[in-house]
Antibody, heavy 116, light 107 residues
Framework: EVQLLESGGDLVQPGGSLRLSCADS????????MSWVRQAPGKGLEWVSAISGSGGSTYYADSVKGRFTISRDNSKNTLYLQMNSLRGEDTAIYYCATLRWYFEYWGQGTLVTVSS | EIVLTQSPGTLSLSPGERATLSCRASQSISSSYVAWYQQKPGQAPRLLIYAASSRATGIPDRFSGSGSGTDFTLTISRLDPEDFAVYYCQQYGSSYTFGQGTKLEIK
């Protein structure tokens, strides 16, 4: 069974940086494209970024392009999201998920709060 | 960007009743690229339906999806108490977008 566990969420000041991690257990991590999806408090779902299984292709929502970087280490079965120049509107629960063109398996999420 | 509009915003029904949730796209989408998710408070979303009408692993057959073009529907044939939650549709075109959600609440 696929199990994803996010970590790294924290309270950070505007303009600050944070790196999220998503570790898998129980499946062939490198065979899956992966994605980050976020959910602001009391709001809906927003796709953030995606990466191919090899890590050679990356994709970003316009709202985070140039500020966030997605990466993966298949030797460690871990997905990352480096978030720079954080803004208040980046406050959300960040979920990692396996990606076909739909989001099949999800982690439990990690909370990022951007506030002074 | 393709915008998905879900209706109604809130649906109040009783257990045992039939629920029909709508998702309308701002432009035509291949039905292969429409999915539905269920989210309960404090939990991650769960995939219910992909390719407009295919149930994900472990999803009860009271959940069904249909539609084409710009109009898609999620139907729950007989509501179980555990089905009361928020439901999102999602599409993949040139990017990934979600509808704003329909809250299914107990009447």
């Amino acid at each position: 069974e696929v199990q994803l566990l996010e970590s790294g969420g924290d309270l950070v000041q505007p303009g600050g940086s944070l790196r999220l991690s998503c570790a898998d257990s129980g499946f062939s991590f490198s065979s899956y494209a992966m994605s980050w999806v976020r959910q602001a408090p009391g709001k809906g779902l927003e796709w953030v970024s995606a990466i191919s299984g090899s890590g050679g292709s990356t994709y970003y929502a316009d709202s985070v392009k140039g500020r966030f970087t997605i990466s993966r280490d298949n030797s460690k079965n871990t997905l990352y999201l480096q978030m720079n120049s954080l803004r208040g509107e980046d406050t959300a629960i960040y979920y990692c998920a396996t990606l076909r063109w739909y989001f099949e398996y999800w982690g439990q999420g990690t909370l990022v709060t951007v506030s002074s | 960007e393709i915008v998905l509009t879900q209706s109604p915003g809130t649906l109040s029904l009783s257990p045992g009743e039939r629920a029909t949730l709508s998702c309308r796209a701002s432009q035509s989408i291949s039905s292969s690229y429409v999915a539905w998710y269920q989210q309960k408070p404090g939990q991650a979303p769960r995939l219910l339906i992909y390719a407009a009408s295919s149930r994900a692993t472990g999803i009860p057959d009271r959940f069904s999806g249909s539609g084409s073009g710009t109009d898609f529907t999620l139907t729950i044939s007989r509501l179980d108490p555990e089905d009361f939650a928020v439901y999102y549709c999602q599409q993949y075109g040139s990017s990934y977008t979600f509808g704003q959600g329909t809250k299914l609440e107990i009447k």
